[in-house]
């Protein structure tokens, strides 16, 4: 890897935790800090050499010793990371997903940190697309949730607060990401509650008529776009999913086939807010990043389905 030394904001959740792995695993020296908000101990607690601040990142403690570390990178994977969550308050989403952030992007510019990651969120800065797969260039309309409108604004305070410094950035817009050590309460937890009921023979939910479509792109795939990304001078905008247009009822009866569970979905009514389509153009990340997913649905969701029954 090109770099030495990494900040992992969110290092103890379901994402950062596979890419502190990843990063270790390449002998990088790694720096988590985490406020256990959604994040587990559990997740990183048997990983060696790796330095663990469990804390908020805005607090003077972290910002200290994160200027002490003095990262080459860092990768902002904090986040309040429930949509629901943040319509029911707001403020703690603002106080996690943009007011923190910004205290951090202020000590990052004053020490030799390089480049700043940034997950950001396919499906949720926007509105409703009018174009599917959805490319950067296609994004419209406003987010329909304060997760939405902060991960937006933070994507603007970076772009600004950057420009003029020694550090680039990467922000990478999400798809829905999914695999082992998801919480089944955050954006793709759709994946995890299905095949958690599934194999307890216990009947799923679906909201409305399961028609809506997402894109589901495997968590491996996600690390590996994270790190690439932070490997280029260059500042990034983009997305990071697979194109590939799944409805839900698609992706019960794949769940369905490989947990072999033989029931229907119990249907409820559609929920408020819910985008009806949401699928990401890879294009432009496949070129810069020279990336690309390598899991298909079949293949992420029976290295879940493997995991959950080793828990
Ligand atoms: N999972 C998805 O499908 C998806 C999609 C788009 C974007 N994202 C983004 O990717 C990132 C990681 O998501 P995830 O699915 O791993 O969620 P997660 O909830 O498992 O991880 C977020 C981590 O941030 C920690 N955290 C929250 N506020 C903090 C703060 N102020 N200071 C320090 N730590 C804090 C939490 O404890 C948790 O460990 C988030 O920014 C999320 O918004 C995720």
Redesign the pocket.
């Given at each position: 890897m090109k770099f030495e030394k990494a900040l992992v904001?969110?290092?103890?959740?379901?994402?950062?935790s596979h890419l502190v792995e990843e990063l270790l695993k390449h002998n990088v020296k790694v720096l988590v800090?985490?406020?256990?908000?959604?994040?587990k101990k559990s997740n990183i607690d048997k990983l060696d050499n790796v330095e663990v601040l469990y804390?908020?990142?805005?607090s003077d403690a972290s910002l200290m010793a994160i200027e002490t570390f003095n990262p080459d990178v860092c990768f902002h994977?904090?986040?309040?990371?429930s949509v629901v969550i943040s319509v029911e308050d707001p403020l703690l989403d603002f106080?996690?997903n943009l007011l923190?952030p910004i205290k951090l992007l202020q000590k990052l510019i004053q020490t030799d940190c390089k480049k700043f990651v940034f997950?950001?969120?396919?499906?949720t800065i926007f509105g409703e697309p009018d174009v599917i797969p959805t490319s950067e260039k296609d994004y419209a309309g406003e987010p329909a949730s304060p997760y939405g409108v902060a991960?937006k604004k933070l994507n603007d305070f970076i772009k600004l607060m950057v420009q003029d410094e020694n550090m680039s950035y990467s922000i990478l817009n999400?798809?829905?990401?999914?695999g082992p050590r998801?919480?089944p309460h955050?954006?793709?937890g759709v994946m995890s509650i299905f095949t958690g009921r599934m194999l307890n023979n216990e009947t799923p939910i679906v909201y409305g008529d399961g028609n809506q479509t997402r894109d589901y792109i495997f968590v491996t795939d996600v690390v590996s776009a994270l790190i690439k990304s932070s490997e280029t001078d260059d500042n990034l905008f983009l997305n990071i999913g697979t194109s590939t247009e799944t409805s839900v009822n698609e992706l019960v009866s794949i769940i369905k086939s490989i947990t072999s569970w033989e029931g229907e979905p119990d249907y409820k009514p559609q929920r408020e807010g819910e985008l009806l389509r949401s699928v990401l153009n890879n294009e432009k990340a496949k070129k810069s990043l020279n990336w690309e997913p390598e899991y298909n649905l079949n293949k992420g969701i029976q290295e879940l389905v493997d995991w959950f029954k080793n828990e």
């Open positions: 904001t969110g290092g103890a959740g379901f994402i950062g800090v985490d406020n256990l908000l959604t994040g804390d908020d990142l805005g994977l904090a986040a309040q990371s106080e996690h923190q997950s950001s969120s396919g499906g991960k999400l798809a829905n990401v999914y998801q919480d955050g954006e793709a």
